[in-house]
């Protein structure tokens, strides 16, 4: 008599297999693990960031358990994903933060002179115009030699009232009459310059504390340069230990393709970023994505 198959035998063989697992070992991921770390490097993100991510990659994963079909280097490569994202947290929605807070909304822009934090005040000003905000600008740089009518350039070309006071004036009195007059006239949001240097940091470090203090910002953006390396992350962790911040915007970074400098910084201050500027012009600024950074560094 014809021998036939059991019924639902093939479905149990091919069960069993699916559901067998192996045990992942170093070895197994070490390859694939140096390729991963070369590539990051070579993107300019941080030597420290990388280790300390790629090492702890390699402790959640070795000794795990793969099932059968599934490739190391594709479970590897969803770590390191994961963990890049994780590095750079969810994007920020800054136009339901605006909405989500008593008006006026008060946003403070930090970071050393020549990042392209003014530039970068100039964007913002578009783009929460673009978006029905409307915006009052406080020149509370009162220190470097022409800060004050370079954002007020900004203002008459954004249509934007700028409050300012003379050069050497108090800052945090400058923003307080901004907050007034924002108040006055209903307007939605307020963004603050502030001295990227002073006579020296911790003059600079007490100066943005106080201003801290008595303005109650909703938000503090830091502000520095995709191009400026490992200089940025040391910059960017003094800020952050002595003034604070709640978010990052990265400028230059059509100078700098690589894209490793969001994840180095994002790592350093532990904040995400919210913008980042591609150009000179006024809109050339985007909402930050983290999705397209990792896409882009993970090829
Ligand atoms: P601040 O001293 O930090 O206020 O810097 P500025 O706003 O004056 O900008 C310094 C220079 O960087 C200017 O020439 C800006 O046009 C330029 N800049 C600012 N943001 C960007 C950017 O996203 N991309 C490029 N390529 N240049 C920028």
Redesign the pocket.
């Known amino acids: 008599p014809e021998k036939k198959t059991p019924v639902g035998f093939t479905e149990k063989i091919v069960s069993f297999v699916r559901d067998r697992e192996f045990i992942i070992s170093e070895k197994d991921i070490s390859d694939i693990l140096d390729e991963l770390e070369m590539g990051l490097l070579e993107s300019d993100v941080a030597f420290s960031v990388t280790e300390e991510i790629l090492s702890r990659i390699k402790k959640d994963l070795s000794g795990s358990k793969r099932k059968i079909g599934t490739s190391v280097d594709s479970i590897v490569k969803n770590a390191l994903a994961d963990a890049l994202l994780g590095v750079l947290g969810e994007g920020v929605d800054i136009c339901a933060f605006i909405r989500e807070h008593e008006r006026p909304v008060k946003i403070l822009f930090t970071?050393v002179?020549?990042?392209?934090?003014?530039?970068?005040i100039a964007k913002v000003t578009r783009f929460l115009q673009n978006n029905g905000f409307s915006v009052v600008l406080g020149a509370g740089d009162t220190f470097r030699a022409g800060a004050i009518e370079?954002i007020d350039v900004h203002g008459e070309r954004l249509g934007v009232k700028v409050i300012q006071h003379q050069e050497g004036s108090d800052p945090t009195a400058v923003l307080f009459d901004t907050v007034e007059y924002a108040r006055a006239h209903k307007i939605d949001v307020v963004l603050g310059d502030t001295a990227?240097r002073f006579h020296n940091r911790a003059n600079l470090m007490n100066q943005l504390a106080k201003i801290r203090r008595v303005i109650k910002p909703d938000l503090i953006v830091y502000v520095d340069e995709a191009v400026a390396g490992n200089d940025a992350v040391i910059r960017a962790e003094e800020f952050s230990k002595s003034v604070g911040m709640d978010a990052i915007m990265l400028?230059?970074?059509?100078?700098d393709p690589k894209g490793g400098a969001a994840i180095s910084i994002a790592h350093a201050v532990g904040k995400p970023l919210l913008f980042i500027?591609?150009?000179?012009g006024y809109d050339?600024v985007r909402a930050f994505n983290p999705r397209l950074v990792v896409e882009d560094l993970l090829g």
């Open positions: 970071g002179n020549g990042t392209g934090k003014t530039t970068s370079q990227g400028t230059k970074v059509d100078m500027g591609t150009g000179q050339d």
